[in-house]
C-alpha cells in the first residue's frame, strides 16, 4: 500500500510538471513570419515571430460576393474583423491595410461562395502576407 501511494505521488508530480512545462514554453499563440504568406483561420490569433504583436481574425460580418456559376451586376465584396478593425475585400483584388506599424495585405477569403451550396460560416479562412 505503502508502494502504491507513493508510485501515484510521483505519477501525479510529472504529470503536474510536464502540464505546466507545455503551458509556460514558447509562444501562446501560432507563429507567422513578415513577408511570408499565412492562413489565418477564423476565431483564431497568430503571433508574429520574435515579436508581440499578434493578428486575430474574429468575424465575418458581411458576405455579398457573387457566387461562382452565377452572372451578378457586382462583384460583392467580404466584410470581415481583423485585430478589432473592419476589413472589406473585393473578389480578385489584394486589399492593404496598416494595424499599428504592420502593413497586412489580404490576397484571398476562403470559401469562395458556390451557387447552390450553402456557406459554412465557421470555415473562412484569410491569406495574407504582414510586413513592416
Do not use: W
Request: glycine share 6%; hydrophobic share 40%; aromatic share 10%.
Amino acid at each position: 500500500m505503502k508502494n502504491l501511494l507513493l508510485f501515484s505521488f510521483l505519477a501525479m508530480t510529472f504529470a503536474f510538471t510536464a502540464c505546466n512545462e507545455k503551458a509556460t514554453s514558447g509562444p501562446a499563440n501560432p507563429e507567422f513570419m513578415l513577408n511570408q504568406a499565412f492562413d489565418l483561420a477564423l476565431g483564431k490569433t497568430m503571433q508574429l515571430k520574435g515579436s508581440d504583436f499578434t493578428l486575430k481574425f474574429a468575424e465575418v460580418t458581411e458576405d455579398s460576393r457573387c457566387p461562382e456559376g452565377v452572372n451578378c451586376i457586382r462583384a460583392g465584396e467580404v466584410i470581415f474583423t481583423l485585430n478589432g478593425q473592419s476589413v472589406k475585400k473585393a473578389p480578385k483584388k489584394e486589399v492593404t491595410t496598416m494595424i499599428g506599424d504592420y502593413k497586412v495585405t489580404v490576397s484571398a477569403v476562403s470559401p469562395y461562395p458556390k451557387n447552390g451550396t450553402q456557406m459554412d460560416r465557421t470555415s473562412y479562412v484569410v491569406s495574407m502576407t504582414v510586413s513592416k
